[in-house]
């Protein structure tokens, strides 16, 4: 188990504040806007920064004294720092030389993680001879050849093309869950996220802001930045809510709760066609909804019904507000009936 206790980093205008835990076997993703201390956060459980307070723990062993080399951290950075002079097979086997491996158990190491990796057809090409993807788990490869008891991953597909980060997204997912060692992965991308981790944790300038499986995040967002950073629709803040006659504070209306075709009238005011599903945007109770699904065979000024299911609207905290109050209004969610 990897825990981080009052782990703290400040440099001039920002301040990096985290407790967390990564559970044997499990894929931790940081989450989070740009600049808000996720590679910080790595660097210091790597070693590369010193916190000016707090501990890193693996296990019963604290780590925060001990010198990067000594940590036993796999790091794959975000331009995967390969070396070019160095084929597949060198580059994997580089650390193990170092650390004065035998020749027979380098050899076999490294066997094993060109076959982990589908690298074996590409062992003797240098990286510029790689494609992208390769590159990616050639430096993969690399960072578990010792067998480190942490994997950290800054941007692991950061560098690659979309479609090719959808391929390789399943590969890193398989590949983390077949070498079961708490990792911790960065990212900016909510999907991503949602697809390689089994805990998220969503950081803000420096600050928890929430963390849970990627379904309780997606589900049961805490405030209006969590709501819309994880890509939903339909966040209202306090006088919005009021407008449309829910309690007085923030609400998430999620895409489950809104059914077309029956209940009250709203007015098309935008359809766009995104091949699978058609969105539309419809003018209801003095707001904007957003609605994508199957093709509704509406059009702007059509005339849509709508109904709300409302045990399926999400109340959100107000931002900054205290986390006794959400535990008090989360039982509140089946009685709101306007
Ligand atoms: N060595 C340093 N000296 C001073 N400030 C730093 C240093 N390293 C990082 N920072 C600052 O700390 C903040 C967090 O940076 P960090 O790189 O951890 O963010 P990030 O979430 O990884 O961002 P991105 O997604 O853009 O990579 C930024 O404001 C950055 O300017």
Same mark, same amino acid.
């Given at each position: 188990?990897?825990?981080?206790?009052?782990?703290?980093?400040?440099?001039?205008?920002?301040?990096?504040?985290?407790?967390?835990?990564?559970?044997?076997? #499990?894929?931790?993703?940081?989450?989070? @806007?740009?600049?808000?201390?996720?590679?910080?956060?790595?660097?210091?459980?790597?070693?590369?920064?010193?916190?000016?307070?707090?501990?890193?723990?693996?296990?019963?062993?604290?780590?925060?004294?001990?010198?990067?080399?000594?940590?036993?951290?796999?790091?794959?950075?975000?331009?995967?720092?390969?070396?070019?002079?160095?084929?597949?097979?060198?580059?994997?086997?580089?650390?193990?030389?170092?650390?004065?491996?035998?020749?027979?158990?380098?050899?076999?190491?490294?066997?094993?993680?060109?076959?982990?990796?589908?690298?074996?057809?590409?062992?003797?090409?240098?990286?510029?001879?790689?494609?992208?993807?390769?590159?990616?788990?050639?430096?993969?490869?690399?960072?578990?050849?010792?067998?480190?008891?942490?994997?950290?991953?800054?941007?692991?597909?950061?560098?690659?093309?979309?479609?090719?980060?959808?391929?390789?997204?399943?590969?890193?997912?398989?590949?983390?869950?077949?070498?079961?060692?708490?990792?911790?992965?960065?990212?900016?991308?909510?999907?991503?996220?949602?697809?390689?981790?089994?805990?998220?944790?969503?950081?803000?300038?420096?600050?928890?802001?929430? *963390?849970?499986? @990627?379904?309780?995040?997606?589900?049961?967002?805490?405030?209006?930045?969590?709501?819309?950073?994880?890509?939903?629709?339909?966040?209202?803040?306090?006088?919005?809510?009021?407008?449309?006659?829910?309690?007085?504070?923030?609400?998430?209306? @999620?895409?489950?709760?809104?059914?077309?075709?029956?209940?009250?009238?709203?007015?098309?005011?935008?359809?766009?066609?995104?091949?699978?599903?058609?969105?539309?945007?419809?003018?209801?109770?003095? *707001?904007?909804?957003?609605?994508?699904?199957?093709?509704?065979?509406?059009?702007?000024?059509?005339?849509?019904?709508?109904?709300?299911?409302?045990?399926?609207?999400?109340?959100?905290?107000?931002?900054?507000?205290?986390?006794?109050?959400?535990?008090?209004?989360?039982? #509140?969610?089946?009685?709101?009936? @306007?």
């Amino acid at each position: 188990m990897l825990r981080l206790t009052g782990l703290q980093k400040t440099y001039p205008g920002f301040a990096l504040s985290v407790t967390l835990e990564v559970r044997p076997g #499990q894929t931790l993703a940081l989450l989070g @806007p740009s600049g808000s201390g996720k590679s910080t956060l790595l660097r210091l459980v790597a070693g590369l920064e010193v916190p000016d307070s707090g501990q890193v723990w693996l296990d019963e062993t604290e780590l925060t004294p001990l010198p990067s080399e000594a940590r036993q951290v796999g790091f794959v950075f975000q331009d995967y720092a390969l070396f070019p002079h160095l084929s597949v097979s060198e580059n994997i086997a580089f650390g193990l030389r170092e650390a004065r491996w035998d020749n027979a158990s380098i050899r076999k190491r490294v066997d094993e993680l060109l076959d982990l990796t589908h690298l074996f057809p590409h062992a003797h090409k240098r990286p510029e001879q790689l494609s992208g993807g390769e590159r990616q788990r050639v430096a993969l490869a690399r960072a578990l050849a010792h067998r480190p008891q942490v994997l950290l991953l800054d941007e692991p597909l950061g560098a690659l093309d979309l479609k090719l980060r959808q391929e390789l997204l399943l590969e890193l997912r398989a590949i983390l869950r077949q070498t079961a060692v708490p990792t911790i992965v960065v990212t900016h991308d909510q999907s991503e996220a949602f697809v390689i981790a089994h805990q998220v944790t969503l950081l803000r300038e420096g600050t928890i802001v929430q *963390q849970g499986t @990627p379904e309780q995040l997606f589900n049961r967002p805490k405030n209006r930045w969590v709501a819309t950073f994880l890509g939903h629709r339909n966040v209202f803040t306090t006088e919005q809510s009021r407008q449309m006659g829910l309690p007085a504070r923030p609400h998430l209306l @999620p895409q489950e709760a809104l059914m077309l075709g029956e209940g009250e009238e709203a007015r098309v005011q935008e359809r766009i066609f995104k091949g699978f599903t058609v969105a539309l945007e419809l003018a209801w109770r003095g *707001q904007r909804l957003y609605l994508e699904g199957p093709e509704p065979g509406l059009h702007p000024g059509d005339t849509a019904r709508i109904r709300v299911d409302w045990s399926k609207v999400v109340p959100l905290e107000e931002e900054g507000e205290k986390n006794e109050l959400r535990e008090l209004l989360g039982t #509140q969610t089946t009685s709101i009936k @306007p």
